[in-house]
């Protein structure tokens, strides 16, 4: 098994060291053709618009569509969330459109606003700490999406941080930058089960 991190930006580096530990070969994704030699794809946090202004530029847009709607499974972290998602609340950017999920950016307030939160993740025996940084949360999903995390805003709303949708896996935080393996082996385990 041989899972991708896109690596056109942002923490590509912490995913791919963190699913090695966890014993998946992985390599760095920045064209198509290394897209074609990938069982599965990790698009990591970083800026949103970024990575998808260069994926778009790289000819990798159209690319990772096609391969996720034939099947291969995608984890997408914080910007990589919003790269999945079929829409975002407040501007248009670059988008793959296979999660159905309405998101917004950087919901959770500004970099300054960061911080580290202790969830429930369905699946999960025990909670686990989630780094929100400039942190996205979903507005609205579909009926295909299944909602395995949810966190309270400053007014007592709750929102999505963690969804599935089939092979799709999604969160709204960097589960790479803590020791904690488990969502990785959840997207791997989505791998096998293809």
């Known amino acids: 098994m041989t899972v991708g991190v896109l690596a056109l930006q942002g923490d590509f580096r912490e995913h791919a060291a963190m699913l090695e530990s966890i014993g998946c070969n992985t390599i760095e994704v920045r064209t198509s053709e290394d897209l074609d030699t990938v069982d599965a794809l990790v698009i990591p946090g970083g800026e949103s618009t970024t990575i998808g202004m260069l994926a778009t530029r790289y000819g990798l847009m159209d690319a990772m569509r096609s391969r996720c709607i034939d099947g291969m499974p995608i984890f997408g972290t914080c910007a990589g969330m919003i790269v999945l998602a079929g829409a975002t609340s407040d501007g248009n950017q670059p988008q793959l459109g296979v999660l159905d999920a309405l998101v917004r950016r950087n919901a959770f307030g500004r970099q300054i606003d960061s911080f580290e939160a202790t969830i ?50 999604a969160t709204s935080f960097h589960p790479e930058l803590t020791s904690d393996t488990r969502l990785h082996e959840m997207f791997v385990a989505l791998i096998s089960d293809r």
């Open 120 to 169: 429930d993740v369905r699946g999960l025996a025990s909670p686990m700490t989630a780094v929100f940084i400039r942190a996205p949360w979903i507005e609205k999903v579909g009926a295909d999406v299944e909602v395995l995390a949810s966190v309270m805003d400053s007014y007592g709303g709750s929102h999505p941080v963690v969804v599935q949708q089939g092979h799709i896996l």
